[in-house]
């Protein structure tokens, strides 16, 4: 039996990559977080190649310090907690500390950052897991970082992504998601230097809608009911969408908790089961639905992805659910007194 030792730093951070950056569009959902954890009014995303030889994200958030930009690609530092207690409440996407120092193991990396109180910015590149001393550069307050070359240095995990087309069709989809939920920030998404998305922040409840039709079609907003409904401490608002506009794939779901996207089996039941009267076998329906909850009543600390939760009292959250749609749905059947779709 060989002799125990510590691991280098780079291949502890290497291990950390392989549990959250599965794929380019791992890279961008930490990126984008990060973005908006940092307030950010405006993100932008530059792909290449599907991300497999560039992802840079742009914004104009707080920035980070000079002092801490070594923190910044450090593993376990972070701005978001400093407590249990603080991890029980999180309201930051971000809170492990692990995304920089992970991604900039597997890429070519480079962050350039700038504060309010900074007359210019500092620029840090990684190769393969070893920062280079910061450099000063050019920055509007706000930060950018640059990914290249994913997974250069893990050919195991290069072989696994697939074709351009495939993967960045998977960042549209995580963008999409996020610019669903995070209506009061502009997203600018281009791959290989073509515009593909421009989605301008939603100054008022008018506009939302117009974005919602942006992001999942005219059909969408035209089968869909609003909602926002109250109860036991919790509420569910957003879009349910109509039979009418039930789809042959589950391709049209999006369910937050506290703004974050999840995937549960507790709200998949309820949602199902709410949508089993109304709905032919087979068709899934579609719906963008917020539930929001005191962060004591759920645990996001379960996976390193962070797309799974765990409620704490999951029978209550369950009913409110399945209460709540069931009764808008079956309104509709019954073809009473519901508002038109908006
Ligand atoms: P986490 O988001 O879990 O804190 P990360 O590794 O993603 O960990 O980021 C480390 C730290 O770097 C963050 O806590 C934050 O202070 C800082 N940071 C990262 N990205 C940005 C950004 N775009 N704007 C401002 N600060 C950032
Ligand atoms: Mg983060």
Avoid at 13 to 20: D, K, L, T
Avoid at 81 to 99: P, Q
Avoid at 182 to 199: A, G, I, Y
Avoid at 202 to 218: F, I, M
Wanted: with cysteine; net charge neutral.
């Amino acid at each position: 039996m060989p002799r125990i030792r510590q691991l280098p730093i780079e291949l502890v951070n290497q291990i950390a990559a392989g549990e959250v950056i599965e794929r380019p569009a791992s890279v961008v959902k930490e990126l984008v977080e990060n973005s908006l954890d940092a307030g950010a009014g405006r993100v932008e995303i530059e792909i290449e190649e599907g991300g497999a030889r560039l992802i840079r994200v742009r914004d104009d958030g707080c920035g980070i310090d000079a002092d801490d930009l070594p923190l910044a690609i450090a593993a376990h530092a972070t701005s978001k907690i400093a407590s249990f207690d603080d991890l029980e409440r999180v309201a930051t996407m971000g809170f492990r500390g692990e995304a920089l120092p992970s991604i900039a193991s597997i890429s070519r990396f480079a962050l350039t950052s700038r504060t309010s109180a900074q007359d210019h910015a500092l620029r840090i590149e990684v190769d393969g897991g070893k920062p280079l001393p910061p450099k000063p550069a050019q920055h509007p307050v706000g930060t950018s970082i640059e990914v290249r070359d994913l997974f250069y240095n893990v050919p195991a995990r290069r072989k696994f992504m697939r074709a351009e087309r495939t993967e960045f069709g998977r960042i549209d989809e995580l963008i999409t998601s996020l610019a669903l939920v995070r209506t009061e920030v502009e997203f600018r998404l281009s791959h290989n230097n073509k515009p593909v998305r421009l989605l301008r922040r939603v100054d008022s409840a008018a506009a939302l809608p117009a974005r919602v039709a942006d992001l999942l079609g005219q059909e969408f907003i035209e089968q869909c009911l609003r909602i926002d409904h109250s109860a036991a401490g919790m509420r569910l608002s957003g879009w349910v969408g109509l039979p009418t506009a039930s789809r042959a794939q589950a391709d049209q779901q999006y369910f937050y908790v506290n703004a974050r996207l999840v995937r549960d089996k507790v709200v998949a039941h309820a949602v199902r089961q709410a949508y089993a009267d109304v709905l032919f076998h087979g068709r899934h329906p579609a719906f963008v639905l917020f539930l929001e909850l005191d962060p004591l009543g759920v645990d996001v600390n379960v996976h390193p992805a962070k797309h799974e939760v765990r409620f704490r009292e999951s029978r209550l959250v369950h009913d409110f659910l399945y209460r709540t749609l069931n009764e808008v749905l079956a309104e509709t059947r019954a073809g009473s007194g519901v508002s038109p779709p908006v």
